[in-house]
């Protein structure tokens, strides 16, 4: 079950976005049909408080009785439920989850499974290496290959570097003292005043959210997320009987957060956690402004919601983009925020360097670490110390080995562009400035099928539905740029000839699993 806010007839007139050009309905059809889109795309949580009509209908200057025919239509369709005193809320036609259970085998003899990380897998498990030697273009992860000074760094640690430790007893619950340090001056580096003391290294982004989860959380507790949002965390959150309380992202790349309906989110929530990605947002690929960064913060502060920021994919701008946004524990200012007060920021190298090297980080006050470190370790004494001195000897001097990363990204967003506007020119796809993938809107609500389809074509995806909590966002996919560009132009032509016959359902605009 998910919780969301209530949103205001302004806020609500914004997510609507403009009246559509071209065609011939009533106006409450019309405005039945933007609501009902928006559903769909994201841009409103499934469980979200509508205003009033008389409200909705001052602020998109329209009769009242439109207002009431929209409202009246989507609560016959089944689109949203109303309860005297409480309003109108929005809801789903059916259980969204229906047509995942209902799929059966692909053609490839792979079943479609919710709860894996993107949800491809056997009835014994993966195979990936078979896979691949068959030709298959697995596109649903999003991690570049090592770059090559990733041997040298190896070589270094292993020969120079570890021989200090092996005296030791290997155990450092904190991370390595010099990893800690390294991290710690990126921090400054960026305009964030940090101490090592503030840092502890985990085994990847992924591991320091969910001892965060763990630490400063309890059953029932809500947690803020966006949404479309990064899968494995929303699993994490409810696999700990957490309550994720989604709010819709516009498109980017206009502006993707609404502070106002942040604010409204955080406030009437109650979340004790907020869970956000500023940078290069997976996975619509959108980059937070300065500006909404710090009034996020403030926002947070005043809710008494911690920001948990990862910032996994803030080392991968692409060439020639501007100077980036300070990391949002800049702004977390006040008189106890040089210890992290409202910012918790979570990094990692495994979008940057290789998903292979598992190691990740949290910034927090020293007071929170000590307690975080509590908690791994009663499932985790400590990280791997090679892992560790290979990591701090690349952050040492990243420069290198980013230029290489960058370039590859480059080369793929390129390739992946131009074979998605020769093979599939009426899909739209995102324009990021850095990240590894492309959020794609489809010409249809067929994301479901089309993965399911797909490996008969030699081709895994993403379906956008996988990204959010309530099985909306069938109108899109993620695609990674980050296998070589000649695999990405195969995949896109290969799609392109099971397209027409995914979208052979969705014939009347609606996702399948609408009757």
Known sequence: MTQTTRVSAATLAKRLGP?????????YRSLADRIRAAVLDGRLAVGTGLPSERELSTALGLSRTTVNAAYAQLRDQGWLVSRRGSGSTVRLPEDPAAPLRAAGASPAGATYAAGGIFGWRDGVGW???????AGMIDLTTACLPAPAALAGAVATAAGELLPRYLGTDGYLPFGLPELRDVVAARYRAAGVPTTAEQILITSGAQHAFTLVL???SGPADRV?????TYPVALD??????RTPVPIGLGEPPDAAWDIELMAATLRQSAARLAYLMPDFQNPTGALMDAATREAVVVAARTARTLVLADESFRDMPFAGTAA???PMAAFDIGADAAAGST???LGSVSKSFWGGLRVGWVRAAPSLIQRLAATRALGDMAGPVLDQLVVASLLADPATALAEQRGRLAAGAAALTQALAAHLPDWQPSRPTGGTFLWVRLPGPFATDLALLAPSVGVRIAPGPRFGPDGT???????????????????MRRLASIAGRAAAGSRTGLPGWVA
């Open 19 to 27: 009246e559509p050009d071209g065609r011939e309905q009533p106006a």
């Open 127 to 133: 195979h990936d290496e078979l896979e691949r030697a």
């Open 214 to 216: 763990d630490t400063l």
């Open 224 to 228: 803020v997320m966006e949404c479309p």
């Open 236 to 241: 994490a959150v409810r696999d700990r009987r």
């Open 324 to 326: 980036l946004p300070p």
């Open 343 to 345: 910012v918790l920021s």
């Open 473 to 491: 966002m069938e109108s899109f996919v993620r695609l990674p740029f980050t296998v070589p560009p000649e695999q990405l132009v195969t995949a």
